[in-house]
């Protein structure tokens, strides 16, 4: 598991203005033959970004030299269906190092803040305005600040509290790791497994 | 470690009134993270090919052993093909990925029912069958399907790779606890509605989202009166309407599964673990988050339309013209239809179709292919139509030779493959192509889910087969007859 820090982010945004995008568009299962971490990014959203004959789909927003950024802003129910961490690594091999919708799928949240890929949840009605201003504008900018949990769309002033565990918060500031985490505590796991109840 | 000093970790109280998800859950945790998460001890692991080998490379890369290799058992499922298993996996990449797991496994002791071993299948079928599920456990895998579990009254929930590699490493998760769900369903279904019919049903009532954040506990009539697969497939679509997964209290239906099994590792006193396991029940008090009730003689034989488990209706109805409660369709939703080659207000019953796929985590159970073989016994299949015919695991294989239904599908024009997830994913070979339709048993209708440009309808075993043998969108009730006891 990689350490991954985050604290301030200031980046244009690219706009993903659809609702329930699954994790199996975001990488397809047939690329998931892999055993390593690295390299999937290329592949991110591959059957949006080609057209069934090969060639790149110019329509779609990867494929526009418009849009670009550090921030993926997405659609309500992101990140639904399989379970696969893999999503979660495309996107931020891409180079996204944030993601904004106004609603998320949970295993998919889970694996964003355990791999430093922030989730930032925002309310519908700003989230259209996000979409609106970003078509409108595409150098539009979003600051992201960790520590002081704020979101704020710079150009229209725009700037809201984002909730976080602050168990997560703390990692990501610090960049520590979970499984250093329960490693610390394996003492204590021991003398749990000594005193069960429901299952032996 | 200093560095991990300012996280407050206590022991949790008792509460009094409980959900059988809060007994189970809080007898698990080994410690609570103030303002944070739990940390969770997990009694079963499950892993298999796909999202373990970067779990095993952070233990090496770390210097670390498996902390308790007994509790993780493992399986080849995703990617194997579904012929001539007995030769080399053809696929370079996937024939990699199912070594690696070999590897892994002897390396850190883990038992493995590997490709070829009279005991392999997909993951979430020969844990129960092979008496790896228990009620009372926490069990996860890396794989969201995993929810199909709690039909033995677990906690079974699917997680990512880095949390597969904190349980290798020390048997733990940490996980914030989720809210609690309860989906009442009253009543007796009609002929011809089956288990996958009626979370369909629920599915397409509450959408994708509609548990996201919830762990579900399932009950009522309608629930109880299912067999063990049935609840298995109830609970394995959990995780399609979002919930973290689902679970149902276990009973005499659930007792008497266990005790028919040839073995369960680890149990030596039967009637003592099930006096324990009775206990595994909600207070009559216990309060839920959110609770839901349906009646299960409104549901009919149900069949997806759009790109997600939720878009679903019955299969006599039409296409809503507008997803939801909406007025006016949104261009997600027509997006969606646009894919499936669909219109809104369109029916789906006659429908051509191309291809058929009974098997998966959802509809890969003896059960099924028994319920299949009662529509098609005496028919032929259709010659329009390609079938995937794919057990879940070689103990469903052997189990539907034994009964004689090989032959029914023989007769029937129908080749049985050996087992695998196959096209649930599309992993391996078995693609359905680009625009073809396909009526699939399995859970999921993305977008490509089964192979780039697949359209897929998902169903009930029934009414699979009642397109196999008519080559189109069929109504199942129309092939059943009376005395015939098929599937709830």
Not at chain 1, 94 to 105: I, K, P
Not at chain 1, 127 to 133: A, F, I, N, V, Y
Not at chain 2, 200 to 216: K, Q
Request: aromatic share 8%.
């Amino acid at each position: 598991m990689p350490k991954v820090k985050f604290d301030i982010l200031e980046s244009t945004c690219v706009p993903l203005p659809f609702e329930n995008v699954d994790t199996d568009q975001i990488i397809p299962a047939r690329f998931l033959s892999a055993t390593s971490r690295e390299g999937f990014g290329d592949n991110l959203f591959r059957d949006w970004k080609y057209k069934k004959t090969g060639e790149k789909n110019s329509e779609f927003v990867l494929n526009n030299p418009r849009f670009s950024g550090k921030v993926l802003v997405a659609g309500k129910n992101f990140g639904s269906g399989s379970s696969r961490e893999h999503a979660v690594w495309t996107i931020f091999d891409y180079g996204f190092r944030a993601v904004v919708s106004s609603f998320f799928a949970d295993i998919f949240m889970n694996n964003c803040l355990i791999n430093g890929l922030l989730p930032i949840v925002i309310s519908e009605d700003l989230l259209k305005k996000l979409h609106d201003l970003i078509q409108k504008e595409p150098a539009t900018k979003v600051k992201i600040d960790l520590d002081k949990q704020t979101f704020t769309i710079i150009s229209s002033g725009d700037s809201v509290i984002f909730g976080i565990n602050p168990y997560k918060k703390e990692c990501l500031l610090k960049g520590l790791d979970d499984i250093d985490f329960l490693l610390s505590m394996k003492n204590i796991i021991t003398g749990y497994e000594t005193n069960r109840n429901l299952v032996k | 470690m200093t560095e991990f000093s300012n996280f407050q970790i206590f022991k949790l109280n008792k509460l009094e009134a409980k959900t059988l998800f809060d007994k189970i859950w809080d007898d698990h945790v080994v410690r609570s993270i103030e303002d944070g998460p739990d940390v969770l001890y997990i009694d079963r692991h499950y892993i298999h090919e796909i999202t373990s080998p970067q779990a095993f490379n952070g233990l090496k890369e770390r210097g670390i052993p498996v902390f308790r290799p007994g509790k993780t058992i493992a399986t080849a499922d995703h990617n194997i093909p579904t012929k001539d298993q007995h030769l080399q996996i053809r696929d370079e990449l996937s024939r990699n990925q199912v070594e690696r797991l070999s590897e892994n496994c002897n390396k850190h002791g883990i038992e493995l029912f590997g490709l070829n071993d009279s005991k392999n299948g997909i993951v979430h079928v020969i844990g129960p069958e092979l008496g790896y599920t228990l009620p009372g456990m926490t069990i996860v895998c890396g794989d969201s399907h995993t929810s199909t579990h709690g039909a033995f009254g677990t906690i079974a929930f699917g997680i990512g790779t880095s949390e597969v590699e904190m349980v290798l490493a020390t048997q733990c998760i940490l996980q914030q606890k989720p809210k609690k769900m309860k989906i009442t369903v009253n009543g007796n279904p009609h002929k011809g509605v089956t288990s996958k019919d009626i979370i369909m049903y629920i599915i397409s009532e509450i959408s994708t989202s509609g548990a996201t954040g919830y762990f579900v506990e399932y009950s009522g009539s309608a629930i109880t009166s299912l067999s063990m697969e049935a609840r298995m497939t109830i609970c394995n679509m959990s995780i399609e309407m979002g919930a973290r997964g689902g679970l149902i209290a276990p009973d005499e239906t659930t007792f008497d599964y266990l005790k028919k099994l040839p073995s369960i590792p680890g149990i030596d006193d039967f009637e003592s673990s099930v006096s324990k396991w009775k206990k595994l029940k909600s207070d009559p008090d216990a309060s839920f988050d959110r609770e839901l009730v349906f009646d299960a003689a409104l549901i009919k034989p149900m069949i997806t339309y759009g790109t997600n488990p939720g878009m679903g209706m019955a299969i006599d109805g039409s296409i809503p013209l507008a997803e939801g409660k909406n007025n006016e369709a949104s261009s997600s939703y027509l997006k969606s239809l646009d894919y499936m080659g669909l219109k809104p207000g369109m029916m789906l019953l006659g429908h051509p179709i191309d291809y058929v796929f009974i098997g998966s985590c959802t509809n890969g159970r003896i059960e099924d292919f028994r319920a299949f073989a009662q529509i098609i016994r005496g028919r032929k299949k259709a010659a329009n139509i390609t079938a995937l015919i794919v057990p879940g695991s070689k103990k469903v294989e052997e189990q539907m030779a034994a009964e004689g239904l090989l032959e029914i599908y023989k007769n029937a024009g129908f080749e049985v493959r050996q087992p695998g997830c196959s096209s649930c994913l599309a992993m391996n070979e078995d693609k359905i192509p680009a625009g073809k339709y396909a009526v699939s048993t399995s859970n999921r209708n993305f977008e490509g889910r089964q192979g780039p440009g697949a359209r897929t309808l998902l169903a009930s075993p029934i009414t699979a087969a009642a397109a196999a043998i008519t080559g189109r969108i069929s109504d199942p009730r129309e092939f059943i007859n009376e005395e015939k006891n098929v599937k709830k």
